[in-house]
């Protein structure tokens, strides 16, 4: 099955620190992937969507000028949450899609971000 | 009313009985239909994908999808304590790539 890599899996850092997360799709070239947060005991929250070589599409309510998306190759899409605050920990999950909208999507093994 | 709806349970089965999770839609146009499995503290894994009416087989697993009545099955045959964990249904629209993600249903498969 396709494989999707992210780093790193558990992040501890101090409040206002930026925190940078890659999501890499290994076998199969990703036109498009998905930044989810996931809460305790809540489904995936979708927080934007990364198409190569174009801005993200942040949904509503999500700033996109604190979670910051660049997807520069059809391999990498990161992620950087900037001045990272308490609130901000959360486990953050990317997944990637071949082109055909039809393809299901492949999530990554996820990053735990805990801010102190 | 949610867009995609799950059952959150728990829902308990014996070891080896047959485990069945229902997933309802609210969007008529939506054409892809898949489920994950998700384990505590890990990232969702995918099970299955469904395109067309009826059931699609996959091992111990059964996805059946019934567009008229606007609901997703996922059917687990024999199930294992492994089994354990929160299955979520997805749903994606015609034309768009986006998930529209359920809340799950957590199964439990006891000895």
């Known amino acids: 099955g396709a494989v999707v890599s992210q780093h790193p899996s558990w992040v501890i850092c101090k409040s206002g620190t930026s925190v940078k997360i890659e999501c890499r799709s290994l076998?199969?070239?990703?036109?498009?992937m998905f930044w989810y947060r996931q809460f305790p005991k809540q489904s995936l929250m979708l927080m934007a969507t990364?198409?190569?070589?174009?801005?993200?599409?942040?949904e509503q309510g999500v700033e996109k000028d604190k979670f910051l998306i660049n997807h520069a190759s059809l391999t990498l899409s990161t992620l950087t949450v900037t001045s990272a605050h308490p609130e901000d920990s959360s486990f953050y999950i990317c997944?990637?899609?071949?082109?055909?909208?039809?393809?299901?999507?492949?999530f990554g093994d996820g990053t735990r971000l805990s801010i102190l | 009313q949610k867009e995609v709806e799950q059952n959150s349970g728990p829902l308990s089965v014996p070891e080896g009985a047959i485990a069945s999770l229902n997933c309802t839609y609210s969007?008529?146009?939506?054409?892809?239909f898949f489920w994950y499995r998700q384990y505590s503290g890990k990232s969702p894994e995918l099970i299955m994908f469904?395109?067309?009416?009826g059931d699609k087989e996959d091992g111990r697993f059964t996805a059946q999808l019934n567009k008229a009545s606007q609901y997703v099955s996922l059917l687990i045959r024999d199930s294992q304590p492994s089994d354990s964990a929160t299955y979520l249904c997805?749903?994606?629209?015609?034309?768009?790539?986006?998930?529209?993600f359920g809340t799950g249903t957590q199964l439990k498969v006891e000895l």
């Open positions: 997805a749903v994606k629209a015609g034309g768009g790539n986006k998930l529209t």
């Open positions: 997944s990637a899609t071949r082109q055909n909208s039809n393809q299901p999507q492949h």
């Open positions: 076998d199969f070239q990703a036109t498009t």
């Open positions: 969007d008529r146009g939506s054409q892809s």
């Open positions: 990364s198409n190569e070589g174009s801005k993200a599409t942040y």
């Open positions: 469904i395109y067309s009416n």
